[in-house]
């Protein structure tokens, strides 16, 4: 979905913003569809004793970071004007970045 948002920078055109949430919502859609999956997965991988503790901060770090990279982003895009793109292009490595790391753990067996 980045590649997407990305082209509409190049877009001069009144309904841009409606193509950007459409984007950002399927975004969003896809994300949490594959969250499900990932937490049965990882309460397989942690150990019983530690899962509580391990998810709460897990939890609390996700949050931060998100956080922390929203007020980030928009500090960028307010200074960065047309340089937008640039902050695509960088949230599209760190995904790639992170589904590479994804798929380099180990999965258990079924």
Same mark, same amino acid.
């Given at each position: 979905?980045?590649? +997407?948002?990305?082209?509409?920078?190049?877009?001069?055109?009144?309904?841009?913003? !409606?193509?950007?949430?459409?984007?950002?919502?399927?975004?969003?859609?896809?994300?949490?569809? $594959?969250?499900? *999956? !990932? =937490?049965?997965?990882?309460?397989?991988?942690? +150990?019983?004793?530690?899962? =509580?503790?391990?998810? @709460?901060?897990? =939890?609390?770090?996700? $949050?931060?970071?998100?956080?922390?990279?929203?007020?980030? *982003? =928009?500090?960028?895009?307010?200074?960065?004007?047309?340089?937008? *793109?640039?902050?695509?292009?960088? @949230?599209?490595?760190?995904?790639?970045?992170?589904?590479?790391?994804?798929?380099?753990?180990?999965? +258990? $067996?079924?």
């Amino acid at each position: 979905m980045f590649l +997407p948002m990305l082209a509409l920078t190049f877009v001069h055109s009144a309904s841009v913003g !409606w193509w950007l949430v459409l984007f950002a919502t399927i975004y969003s859609i896809s994300a949490a569809l $594959t969250s499900p *999956a !990932w =937490g049965s997965i990882m309460a397989e991988v942690v +150990p019983e004793h530690l899962r =509580g503790r391990y998810f @709460s901060l897990r =939890g609390r770090y996700s $949050t931060l970071s998100n956080t922390i990279a929203f007020l980030a *982003a =928009g500090v960028f895009s307010h200074f960065s004007g047309a340089q937008i *793109a640039l902050g695509f292009c960088h @949230s599209f490595r760190r995904r790639l970045f992170s589904q590479n790391g994804l798929d380099r753990a180990a999965h +258990p $067996t079924l």
